[in-house]
């Protein structure tokens, strides 16, 4: 069941609207991509400014084998809609879909493409936007090591799958293995942090007011020191999103918990989550 919306038996009064977007770690091309649930959020939340912060599609995967449904491919169509309808979308690549790193100041049907943007809120605060995958060192100095983990999370993803399908039936809400895994053991809870304090002073480096990123599937807001760090999470374990709002307030949307599809036949709803900027 969704969360309450205003005015629930008009549709067109479900769209949300925001000023800003934010999403990323798509992973189109992988099975893991929750593209159903995407699409059922792109349909009832819009921006002006859309950004796309890396590792939409999967050219790691999509190169050992081919694999493209058609609702990744609808996740394509909807985002090329909006930006016919007017929404500024901005594509910032990832480590896993660097072939587009070849392509920094070009458009592709209405898309920008470049290697990092500073946002300007409404209320006046600037935030770089970057995958951040250039401050993993295993992606940087291990790449073989970046591609056995990346099978390894493949299998974790396949386990997960499973693991929901009975909590459906049990009427549990949707949850995620590696998710959990994440919070919870100690070497991957140290390495987040890690991550988390070294984009917040990349956002000093540049002078900046905060960060805003995505590429280790972790969604979080948090401030070190004066300076906002903002992790988009991503739409394979958690399916979040980052919006902001028109007076500039960011807020994480934790869809997982209030989408038809990802908790259908689910027998119990729990109250709509959201994580907001202090």
């Known amino acids: 069941m969704k969360a309450p919306w205003p005015n629930d038996s008009n549709s067109s009064d479900r769209s949300r609207r925001y000023r800003s977007l934010f999403l990323s770690d798509i992973h189109l091309g992988t099975k893991g991509a929750q593209a159903d649930a995407l699409l059922e959020f792109l349909k009832e939340h819009d921006a002006d400014t859309i950004y796309l912060v890396g590792d939409i599609v999967d050219g790691w995967r999509l190169k050992s084998g081919w694999y493209w449904p058609q609702s990744h491919n609808d996740v ?8 016919r309808k007017g929404s500024r979308i901005i594509y910032v690549p990832g480590n896993h879909d660097e072939f587009l790193r070849d392509f920094y ?32 060192m295993v992606v940087r100095h291990a790449k073989w090591l970046a591609f056995l983990g990346d099978w390894a999370y493949e299998i974790a993803l396949a386990v997960s799958t499973r693991i929901n399908w009975v909590r459906r039936k049990l009427g549990f809400t949707y949850w995620s293995l590696s998710a959990w895994a994440k919070r919870t053991v100690k070497n991957a809870v140290n390495y987040i942090g890690s991550f988390e304090e070294t984009l917040a002073a990349e956002a000093e480096r540049h002078g900046v007011d905060g960060v805003i990123c995505g590429h280790i599937h972790s969604a979080a807001m948090r401030d070190f020191d004066g300076f906002t760090y903002i992790n988009t999470g991503d739409w394979v374990e958690s399916c979040t999103a980052l919006v902001e709002h028109e007076d500039g307030r960011m807020e994480i949307i934790h869809w997982s918990e209030v989408s038809e599809t990802l908790n259908a036949r689910r027998a119990a709803a729990i109250p709509f989550r959201r994580h907001r900027a202090a």
């Open 76 to 83: 394509v169509q909807k985002l090329l809609r909006k930006a």
């Open 105 to 136: 100041g070009t458009h592709f049907g209405g898309i920008e493409v470049c290697e990092t943007t500073v946002h300007v809120a409404a209320d006046g605060k600037r935030y770089l936007v970057i995958h951040g995958d250039v401050f993993d």
